[in-house]
């Protein structure tokens, strides 16, 4: 029974959560976009609190986010140079620093949108739903730290390399779950919370990220005039 769970959630259930984040995300882009949106209610918000918690939100979820991806996915770590020892340093100090920042930002952006009146009535379940799952998910990961430094302390990297191989293996579509059978298990319910983001994706707000302006760094500058109308 062990064994077919994990099969199920960490061999079957990728895919599932791959699949409805991919067609979910096409499906409400051509049915919904009047919904495509962030559903942003700054405005209703302190522009300083705001600030902080928005700011502090996204550049700590960013730099999570590329440090998987980078981590886990890819070898410029190694090709610039870090043995395993040090790249797993490199991972716990930079995942604990953002993920300090972002729980930070995330539990002021939470707090608002349940206790202030006005956002709560704009909200949408799903805006709170998704925001708490981000960070019961985060505070997982967090969690993992309390394995992932001892470890680099003593050298071990085992858990490390596993992972690596385990999520690599889901990218070439070729999952073995039985790679991590014996992985602690913070670092299962981490992945699990981690794999049912996606799954909620095409359902939330979160679909605005396929739409980030990137173009706005690089367009020319929009020049704005006033008209005055003479007065007679």
Not at 32 to 58: D, F, P, V
Not at 72 to 84: A, K, V
Not at 213 to 221: E, G, S
Request: proline residues 4%.
């Amino acid at each position: 029974m062990i064994w077919s769970w994990n099969t199920f959630l960490f061999g079957i259930y990728p895919y599932i959560a791959g699949t409805i984040f991919l067609l979910g995300s096409i499906i409400r882009y051509e049915r919904e976009q009047a919904g495509w949106t962030s559903y942003s209610s700054q405005i209703l918000a302190s522009k300083r609190y705001m600030m902080w918690a928005s700011n502090l939100w996204h550049i700590g979820i960013l730099t999570l986010f590329l440090g998987h991806f980078t981590g886990l996915l890819t070898n410029i770590l190694e090709w610039l140079g870090l043995d395993p020892v040090e790249h797993q340093w490199l991972a716990a100090s930079a995942g604990i620093t953002a993920g300090v920042v972002a729980m930070v930002g995330g539990v002021m952006l939470l707090l608002r949108r349940v206790l202030d009146p006005k956002v709560r009535y704009a909200s949408r379940p799903m805006d709170i739903i998704i925001l708490a799952w981000l960070l019961i998910t985060l505070c997982f990961g967090l969690s993992t730290q309390f394995i992932s430094v001892p470890d680099a302390i003593h050298d071990h990297v085992q858990n490390m390399d596993i992972l690596i191989r385990y999520v690599r293996s889901i990218a070439e579509f070729q999952a073995d779950p039985q790679l991590i059978i014996n992985i602690p298990l913070i670092y299962k319910i981490h992945m699990f919370c981690g794999f049912t983001v996606f799954l909620l994706f095409p359902f939330s707000r979160l679909v605005h990220i396929w739409t980030v302006p990137l173009n706005y760094v690089v367009r020319p500058y929009q020049l704005v005039r006033s008209k005055i109308r003479s007065v007679v």
